[in-house]
């Protein structure tokens, strides 16, 4: 059984920074493919990043060039730097893990969400 577990949310002012790391168990984290998705308040959830198993990402038009995912495969720890966050970043964020390699289709397992808050 995979289990993600994300930290790092919280509240912040439009302009700043956060970084938002997963913590991944239970499966060889480095095989596959990893991704950040977010849902806001009535919204549908989103991709907001993902990351191959070979190291090749992609992201959402809405978040290029603010934000970065990345992977520590020895500590088996995927993250989301977030810079220059907007009012309209606002959201939970969830981590969540393919069962393929490259990033197609969707994720099967997921985290339990963090809460992102940015402020006017």
Do not use: H
């Not at 991704?35 to 090749?56: D, L, N, Y």
């Amino acid at each position: 059984q995979v289990q993600l577990v994300e930290s790092g949310g919280g509240l912040v002012q439009a302009g700043g920074s956060l970084r938002l790391s997963c913590a991944a168990s239970g499966r060889t984290f480095s095989r596959y493919a990893m991704g950040w998705f977010r849902q806001a308040p009535g919204k549908e959830r989103e991709s907001v990043a993902g990351i191959s198993g070979g190291g090749t990402t992609a992201y959402a038009d809405s978040v290029k060039g603010r934000f970065t995912i990345s992977r520590d495969n020895a500590k088996n720890t995927l993250y989301l730097q977030m810079n220059s966050l907007k009012p309209e970043d606002t959201a939970v964020y969830y981590c969540a893990a393919y069962v393929t390699v490259i990033l197609t289709g969707t994720p099967r397992y997921w985290g339990q969400g963090t809460q992102v808050t940015v402020s006017s």
